[in-house]
Each structure stands twice: as structure tokens, then as C-alpha cells.
């Protein structure tokens, strides 16, 4: 299986920071990659999804791709404290068209 | 749409016994995942559905797990026996299509064998 990397953190940021959460992956033939949100005791949500190279801007999130160093990021302006979350970085695996799934980075908002 | 939908939330089971976990998926999503999660491993992928046809099994730990989707509106995680490892969170996801666009989660069963 394809792997997905990401830190595990926690990442601390003071409430209004940009917030910076990076992703590799190993499977150069992937065409799809997301960002799920995770609270503590919750299911997985989708906020983001990027599938050419550059920036995809939605609301305070920002995804980065770069496919030449299988790179892929998240950045979230303005931080606030319900931002506090693991962020799951989700990559489709090109054989058998599914997602793998790094293991998460925490974030910390701190008011 | 209710969205996915898993039963139960919460699972506490003596080792040896039989568990089953549920899922109704998004009406209209041809593909159903089962996956589970630990704090060890993360997100791992059990097995995948493409139009009630198993697909990929190769996530499946053991012979002790296995999973049915009778028809496009239900599916099914059966662990026997269990066993206190497979104390874990399993999350039931559906998607119109491939894994292009993505997975849409239910709440998860948080199964706990003692």
C-alpha cells in the first residue's frame, strides 16, 4: 500500500495565525488528495479537495499541490479556537481508486 | 439526506463473542468503505464495495472478519470471535464514484472487547 505521511504534532498556533499542516505521499500517479477535519470523538469531514497543481482557496483554507515533490499542504488564515482539530491528509491510491490516509496532524488554537 | 448511517454507537463485548456492525450508505452512492481507526494505525481501509460486489478485502486483518452488502442500502462488519485488539473505532463511508471526489463518513461504532 501506498503511504501518506504526515506529523503527528500537535501543532500550536495562537488564535488569529496562518496555521501550516504539510502532507507527502508516495504514489506519483495519484490525482486526488483532501483534507478531512476530525474533532475529538467525531467522523471524519471533508473540507478540502485539490486535483491540479497550485493553490485552491476556500473561505480561510488554502490547499497547495505539487505533484513534482508529491507535496501537499493546508493552510488556514485567522485561526480560531474551534479550528482546534486533527487535519487527515487523504490521497487516492491509483490502483483500486481508493483514499489512503496519513495518520493526522493535531492543531491547537490557543485563544 | 441523513447522511451515512451506523448502528451501533457504542459497542462493549466480552472476548469470543460475536459482534456486527451496521451501515446504510448515502442513497444513490455506489461505493461503500469500511474502515478502522486507532490511535496506533491510524485510518485503515478493511474492505470496499463498488455496487454491493466486495472489490478490495485485502485490509481485512483476519479470517475472524467479514463483511456482506445484501443490497444497496446495507451493509454489514461481522468480527468472530472478537477479541480485545480489535477494540477500535469503525467508520462506514460512502461515494457516488470513485475515490475522486472523496468520502462522505457515518458516525462510527466505537467497539470496546473486553
Known amino acids: 500500500q501506498k503511504e501518506v505521511e504526515q506529523n503527528s504534532g500537535p501543532l500550536s498556533v495562537p488564535e488569529g495565525a496562518i496555521a501550516s499542516l504539510n502532507c507527502t505521499y508516495s504514489d506519483r500517479g495519484s490525482q486526488s488528495f483532501f483534507w478531512y477535519r476530525q474533532y475529538s470523538g467525531k467522523s471524519p469531514e471533508l473540507i478540502m479537495s485539490?486535483?491540479?497543481?497550485g493553490d485552491k482557496e476556500d473561505g480561510r483554507f488554502t490547499a497547495q499541490l505539487n505533484k513534482a515533490s508529491q507535496y501537499v499542504s493546508l493552510l488556514i488564515r485567522d485561526s480560531q479556537p474551534s479550528d482546534s482539530a486533527t487535519y487527515l491528509c487523504a490521497v487516492n491510491e491509483v490502483v483500486g481508486q481508493k483514499l489512503v490516509f496519513g495518520t493526522g496532524t493535531r492543531l491547537l488554537v490557543s485563544p | 439526506d441523513a447522511g451515512v448511517i451506523q448502528s451501533p454507537r457504542h459497542e462493549v463485548t466480552e472476548m469470543g463473542q460475536e459482534v456486527t456492525l451496521r451501515c446504510k450508505p448515502i442513497s444513490g452512492h455506489d461505493y461503500l468503505f469500511w474502515y478502522r481507526q486507532t490511535m496506533m494505525r491510524g485510518l485503515e481501509l478493511l474492505i470496499y464495495f463498488n455496487n454491493n460486489v466486495p472489490i478490495d478485502d485485502s485490509g481485512m486483518p483476519e479470517d475472524r472478519f467479514s463483511a456482506k452488502m445484501p443490497n444497496a442500502s446495507f451493509s454489514t462488519l461481522k468480527i468472530q470471535p472478537s477479541e480485545p485488539r480489535d477494540s477500535a473505532v469503525y467508520f462506514c463511508a460512502s461515494s457516488p464514484t470513485t475515490a475522486r471526489y472523496g468520502y462522505t463518513f457515518g458516525s462510527g461504532t466505537r467497539l470496546t472487547v473486553v
Open positions: 485539490i486535483y491540479s497543481n
